[in-house]
């Protein structure tokens, strides 16, 4: 696999890519990184690759021709047309899929615009793909780059040490990674799950497929949407909804005055501190908006329409 990065600032490119995992692929020769200076494509003495916006405007624009020349030298290299990424904030944003299709390439072009961005017709000439990182902006195109090429490096053949790591990791397969431990056995009175002691594979692997679900069903349920689940898996997931839409939602009460409810495992306690956590599965609310409830002493009585519980009495 090899990178060619379109660059202001190939030092930062440099440098980076030398260290820890990208480092070692390029050591042995498994990805090769050319970062490459478009100033050096400048038709000036100075290196002057910007200018400024036709029809006004705060900021400098990057200029096309020097961006076109830098590419065209790649394709004589090459023999070819490759892929080339814009790193853009408007671009579509990157997810692992993204990284599984481009590391299927031999060749990428990765373009880091700065300033106000780069003049659109050389966009519209030579870029394949505009990806963004995320919503929000950067100074420059360079870190989101670096972004991208580790995480295409770590696909790349013979890069991981161990070839499942790339496999059993977050996102591989639309879902979170589990939970992961290590020695010492008790932290500060936490204990490793005794399931990951026993050495019973089976038993380890569907603990840990569950925490992953559970994990991505509390934190980022839009991923199972696409996430290839099995029966048990979407038995699984059933248990866990049933018992966030059954044993904690019939705890939320009316809205009445300033003192809220806290659930300590199952147990009622009041007080003013709305997080809230619950042992088994353990669940942190963060956050309660419109159910609040009074006590007898602001109006109402026992039981009563005010929403106050008595913490004494069943359901």
Same mark, same amino acid.
């Given at each position: 696999m090899n990178f060619y990065v379109l660059t202001l600032f190939p030092e930062m490119i440099q440098e980076a890519v030398m260290t820890s995992i990208t480092g070692r692929a390029i050591t042995d020769e498994?990805?090769?990184v050319k970062a490459i200076n478009i100033r050096d494509y400048a038709d000036n003495d100075y290196g002057q690759i910007d200018d400024y916006p036709y029809g006004g405007g705060a900021g400098m =624009?990057?200029?096309a021709p020097p961006i076109y020349a830098a590419y065209q030298d790649i394709v004589k290299e090459? %023999? !070819?047309e490759p892929r080339v990424v814009y790193m853009t904030p408007q671009g579509k944003t990157y997810e692992q899929a993204d990284a599984k299709a481009f590391a299927e390439d031999k060749d990428i072009v990765i373009l880091c615009g700065h300033y106000e961005g780069v003049d659109e017709r050389v966009l519209e000439e030579i870029v394949t793909d505009h990806i963004s990182i995320g919503d929000y902006v950067l100074t420059g195109g360079e870190l989101p780059a670096l972004v991208v090429i580790d995480s295409?490096?770590?696909l790349v $053949? %013979? =890069?991981l040490n161990n070839d499942e790591s790339a496999v059993a990791e977050s996102f591989e397969d639309d879902l979170l990674e589990h939970p992961q431990y290590t020695r010492p056995e008790e932290f500060n %009175?936490? #204990?490793?799950? #005794?399931i990951l002691l026993s050495g019973n594979h089976a038993k380890i692997d569907e603990y840990r497929r569950q925490e992953s679900l559970k994990r991505t069903y509390e934190r980022r349920p839009d991923l199972l949407e696409n996430a290839d689940l099995s029966d048990a898996d979407k038995? !699984?997931?059933?248990?866990? #909804?049933s018992w966030l839409n059954g044993d904690i939602t019939r705890f939320l009460l009316y809205k009445c005055a300033n003192i809220y409810v806290v659930f300590e495992s199952y147990q009622f306690m009041w007080g003013i501190d709305m997080k809230t956590k619950f042992e088994e599965p353990k669940i942190e609310i963060v956050e309660v908006k419109d159910f609040i409830v009074t006590s007898p002493e602001q109006g109402g009585g026992a039981n009563e329409t005010s929403g106050? =519980?008595? $913490?004494?009495?069943?359901w």
């Open positions: 498994k990805i090769s =624009v990057m200029q090459l %023999g !070819y295409i490096t770590r $053949p %013979g =890069v %009175g936490k #204990e490793v799950p #005794e038995d !699984y997931l059933d248990s866990l #909804e106050w =519980v008595d $913490p004494g009495h069943g």
